[in-house]
């Protein structure tokens, strides 16, 4: 499975983007989908997941209320819609799949594919 991520882009703060994430091939419904990102000189930090099938969605403290994560299974899908933007949202944010369970799921190690990143820049 190849995951490419898209819709990064530049955004005032207040703004929305969405980003994609598309498998190349059927994620198993036993995977969960996240996404991650990292700012410079940070560490990649959870963003937010959907857990296995039915397991439910997680979020960041930072980002709960602002950010949804959903999946088009039909279009091996997985979006992040981001609202009320902030300068501090600024990184490279990747998605990610793999059989990770809810208790681990803010965790980086465990998923197994990884989508090569796209840029999301928030201007004050």
């Known amino acids: 499975v190849q995951l490419q991520a898209s819709g990064g882009g530049l955004v005032q703060a207040g703004g929305s983007l969405r980003l994609s994430c598309v498998a190349s091939?059927?994620?198993?419904?036993?995977?969960?989908v996240a996404w991650f990102r990292q700012a410079p000189g940070r560490e990649r930090e959870f963003v937010a997941a959907a857990g296995r099938t039915g397991a439910g969605t997680f979020y960041a403290e930072s980002v709960k209320g602002r950010f949804t994560i959903s999946a088009d299974n039909a279009k091996n899908t997985v979006y992040l819609q981001m609202s009320g933007l902030r300068p501090e949202d600024t990184a490279v944010y990747y998605c990610?799949?793999?059989?990770?369970?809810?208790?681990?799921?803010?965790?980086?190690?465990?998923?197994?594919?990884w989508g090569q990143g796209t840029q999301v820049t928030v201007s004050s």
């Open positions: 990610a799949a793999g059989p990770v369970i809810n208790s681990a799921i803010r965790t980086a190690t465990g998923y197994y594919y």
């Open positions: 091939g059927r994620i198993a419904s036993r995977y969960a």
